[in-house]
């Protein structure tokens, strides 16, 4: 069947026919496309047409719900084509448990306390009904699931959830599961195994792709705290751990301060303390933390792609080359790379180590002269120089300018900061709705923020305000946005520390002089910056004005084609009129 056959709605959006295409022709694609470009659908149509009936498409996602959208796609194609697809979305264990719900349990942790709880009756349920997945895999595919909850009523029927879900793998024609399942080496031979696939039978959708710039998702951190606890926790030498905490910031080999013996004695007995905590109802052992983070940084040693360092009063385990750990996937029948914010591509084509892949752009969907770019032509900039030079004249400044291009405005303002630091400076000269550092947005934050009342509401680049979030409320046309401005108060770099300073010398030596800071920090604050400027406009009626208020211009080179045509850079005197004008 061809890719348009299997589209289930009455029509396309602007270039999501062309979008089908590629997606269907490419062995790999990178593609950047704005929300509302239609990317899920048309990556699943793509690939359902070019699959054999053995294969099976994975589409991993960061969160739960980029994955709902999946599973909301495939059951509107399923009921297009009449025909029945298991699409299954794998959760956590941790999350699917219904022994285990203490919050503050680590993933090691349950995975401990799971093999732990050896008389699970889930567990045991599960192996009873262990005949009939085959059985309730064509259920589920024919009742077409869309909401998750659902699912789960269905599945824990047969026992622990989990397993439930795992065992049907293998049944599967679309899986959706998060990024670790194919990216952590450990859990992608369990996960292959599980789908009774290979690798070159994979059709894979990596979405949001631009999460995977510095893999935080994979890495794992010890703080002194933890090793403090563990040590009142278990009465026994633990000088060779302290030791590893002690001097300068550093890269490290674990096994110059502590052998693997005792890192094995130290996880045997957290486990011994798991064992006792579980029949007293607490769920967790410093000491295995500890244990559990040290093997994983002896274990890494034998990894090329993974640091151990120290810095300040933390140590670190960290993967290092985003294309070492998508290497694998290469192996893939089809992989498919996309995100909203994926530009430049060719910086991403290097960073993931997929120079032979296609790329395709949607820049905008919407008119463009619903969209104005504004950058400003000097005076104000948060670099440290200019920091430094002026202090708290600057974040005057950066307030009179905030304020009078609001009052040009007839919209709310959203003003993005590089860092709550920054944020709290500015908000001292100006009234504004801020964000909170500690990420809690309460029922009433909400309603502020989304109601129409003009307002000036702050948020910090790559904050929860950033991404993800729709600012619209409800029209007779559909949604219509409530802000009519965004403004970039300093393009948000990344803060050089020493996990910068090591990772731009292994970036210079693989990618060559000069490319580190291309990578490490100008694709990063790219890629933060067009998440906040893409919150204005989210339908054909909305118009926004959109205003850059740093002055190192030389950087508009790596911008979107858009952005750095449609610019006008004005003095800070003339921008809030420039604002004004675009406005009526
Ligand atoms: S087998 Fe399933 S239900 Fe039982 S403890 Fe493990 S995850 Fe929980």
């Not at 599945?155 to 879900?165: A, D, E, K, T």
């Not at 803060?495 to 920090?521: H, N, T, W």
């Amino acid at each position: 069947m061809l890719p348009e056959n299997y589209f289930p709605y009455p029509g396309y959006r602007r270039f999501q026919d062309e979008l089908i295409d590629v997606i269907y022709r490419s062995e790999q694609l990178l593609c950047s496309a704005p929300a509302g470009a239609g990317k899920s659908v048309s990556a699943l149509c793509g690939f359902l047409a070019d699959r054999s009936e053995k294969e099976k498409i994975v589409v991993l996602t960061r969160t739960k719900s980029q994955g709902r959208i999946f599973l909301r796609e495939m059951a509107a194609i399923s009921q297009h084509v009449n025909e029945p697809f298991l699409t299954i979305q794998l959760r956590a264990k941790q999350e699917l448990c219904p022994v285990f719900r203490d919050e503050e349990t680590s993933y090691e942790e349950f995975v401990q306390l799971c093999k732990l709880k050896e008389d699970c009756p889930y567990r045991e349920k599960f192996n009873e009904n262990i005949d009939a997945m085959e059985e309730l895999a064509e259920t589920i595919a024919v009742e077409n699931y869309v909401e998750y909850p659902d699912l789960i009523k269905k599945v824990s029927g047969y026992g622990c959830p989990h397993l439930v879900l795992k065992e049907l793998l293998r049944f599967c024609d679309v899986v959706v599961a998060s990024y670790l399942y194919l990216l952590n080496p450990f859990l992608r031979s369990m996960f292959l195994s599980k789908l009774d696939a290979s690798m070159d039978e994979l059709l894979i959708i990596l979405d949001e792709a631009h999460n995977l710039q510095n893999l935080e998702l994979m890495g794992r951190q010890l703080s002194l705290n933890t090793v403090n606890f563990a040590s009142e926790e278990l009465s026994c030498d633990f000088s060779n751990v302290y030791s590893i905490f002690e001097g300068e910031n550093s890269e490290l080999d674990v096994l110059d301060f502590i052998d693997y013996d005792e890192i094995l004695f130290l996880h045997r007995s957290g486990v011994e303390i798991l064992k006792e905590r579980l029949s007293k109802g607490k769920k967790l052992s410093y000491t295995f933390r500890v244990a559990s983070f040290l093997s994983g940084a002896a274990q890494a040693r034998q990894e090329e792609n993974w640091i151990f360092f120290r810095q300040g009063s933390k140590l670190h385990l960290k993967p290092l080359f985003p294309s070492e750990a998508i290497e694998p996937l290469k192996e893939a029948k089809k992989l498919l790379l996309m995100s909203g914010t994926l530009e430049p591509l060719e910086g991403y084509k290097i960073l993931y180590g997929l120079e032979n892949a296609e790329t395709f752009c949607i820049p905008n969907i919407f008119p463009r002269q619903n969209c104005a770019y504004f950058g400003i032509k000097r005076g104000l900039n948060t670099g440290l120089k200019s920091r430094e030079k002026f202090g708290s004249e600057l974040w005057k400044r950066y307030a009179a300018t905030i304020k009078k291009i609001h009052r040009a405005s007839p919209k709310t303002g959203l003003v993005f900061f590089p860092s709550y630091e920054i944020m709290r400076e500015v908000s001292k000269y100006i009234d504004a709705l801020c964000e909170s550092s500690d990420g809690r947005k309460t029922d009433e934050f909400w309603a502020r923020l989304r109601n129409k009342n003009k307002k000036i509401v702050f948020a910090v680049s790559g904050g929860k305000l950033s991404e993800g979030v729709e600012y619209t409320v409800e029209k007779d046309c559909g949604k219509e946005s409530v802000i009519g401005s965004v403004i970039v108060a300093g393009f948000p770099f990344p803060v050089p520390d020493f996990e910068m300073e090591i990772k731009s010398r292994y970036y210079e030596q693989k990618f060559g002089c000069g490319r580190a800071f291309f990578l490490l920090s100008i694709l990063p604050m790219l890629n933060k910056v067009l998440q906040s400027t893409g919150r204005a406009i989210r339908s054909e009626c909305d118009k926004a004005a959109i205003i850059f208020l740093d002055d190192r211009i030389e950087y508009f080179r790596y911008f979107p084609e858009e952005i750095r045509h449609e610019l006008q850079v004005c003095s800070a005197k003339d921008i809030a009129e420039e604002v004004r004008q675009f406005r009526t």
